[in-house]
């Protein structure tokens, strides 16, 4: 829950630091250089007179590479609070467009208002309808009053002068719905995990029975079947998992006094927080490579 602020450091290039011409000397230095008039000491003195004369060109340094050029030009960028203002637009926007033009927002449940409506956080379809009205109702809801909370919470510790409000307590207020959250995905989990229990065992006496009369091609499907229900529920049981360990941090957070007075210490919290992240990383995994 803490605010990280970064901030852009920039090199200053001094006159002498930035690649230019190398000093090449005079005219006189040139023409009487060993290199111009022969370099023999023993020539005769006519040779020089013999030789034509042309004006040596200066020396130039080598180009800058591509990736030192655009790291220049980074710094220099990025060192401007106007400017990095304007790249910090370009990658929000244009990332927007790409997941608009890449994705489609019927699919979209992260919203919290249309996956309310729509009930898409039950994550498909269910026989089990309680499955659908705790996702819409406890889930989805509660997010509606999370994110604007915490956004308020966080205009409170980045602007105190000009947003008065006691952002520790709205922040806890906005936890509240988060735990409600966290509760509502657990018993989602179980709900979920009971009903593909239900649906493997049934599988399981079908097996037997397309064993005994010897139906190869249906044993296949079944066995597929199979297969597919037991890395749901892997899924299922990693997500109940997740939920756990959330669970005592939010309730720490959603206390009166979590900042000032917490009820965990912070290596008991951190500690969830990191075991927590990291099932969310194999549960991910898992769900990439089948």
């Not at 040596?56 to 591509?66: F, L, Q, R």
């Not at 900042?259 to 898992?286: F, H, K, W």
Request: charged share 20%; net charge neutral; hydrophobic share 40%.
């Amino acid at each position: 829950m803490s605010i990280r602020q970064r901030k852009a450091t920039t090199k200053s290039y001094d006159d002498g630091d930035t690649p230019g011409l190398l000093p090449s000397g005079s005219w006189d230095k040139h023409f009487e250089d060993d290199e111009f008039s022969g370099g023999d000491d023993d020539a005769p003195a006519t040779k020089a007179k013999l030789t034509p004369r042309t004006k040596p060109t200066e020396s130039i340094a080598p180009a800058p590479s591509a990736l030192t050029s655009f790291l220049d030009n980074y710094n220099k960028f990025a060192a401007s609070t106007f400017t990095a203002d304007q790249g910090l637009k370009v990658i929000q926007w244009s990332s927007w467009a790409i997941s608009y033009l890449t994705k489609s927002n019927s699919t979209n449940k992260h919203l919290s208002p249309k996956g309310y409506l729509s009930g898409s956080w039950a994550g498909g379809t269910w026989d089990n309808p309680l499955i659908a009205k705790v996702a819409k109702y406890i889930m989805a809801g509660s997010m509606m009053f999370y994110y604007p909370l915490e956004h308020v919470a966080y205009a409170g510790w980045q602007m105190p002068n000009l947003v008065t409000i006691d952002a520790n307590r709205i922040s806890a207020i906005s936890c509240c719905f988060w735990t409600t959250y966290i509760v509502g995905d657990f018993w989602v989990s179980c709900l979920k995990w009971a009903e593909l229990r239900k649906k493997l065992f049934n599988l399981g006496e079908m097996l037997v029975g397309k064993k005994q009369a010897d139906d190869k091609d249906a044993v296949g499907e079944i066995l597929e079947e199979q297969q597919s229900i037991l890395k749901k529920i892997r899924h299922v049981k990693l997500q109940a998992l997740r939920s756990l360990l959330f669970i005592l941090p939010a309730v720490n957070w959603s206390l009166p006094k979590w900042a000032t007075d917490p009820l965990l210490s912070e290596p008991i919290v951190n500690g969830l927080m990191l075991a927590e992240a990291y099932t969310c990383v194999y549960q991910s995994l898992r769900g990439l490579l089948g």
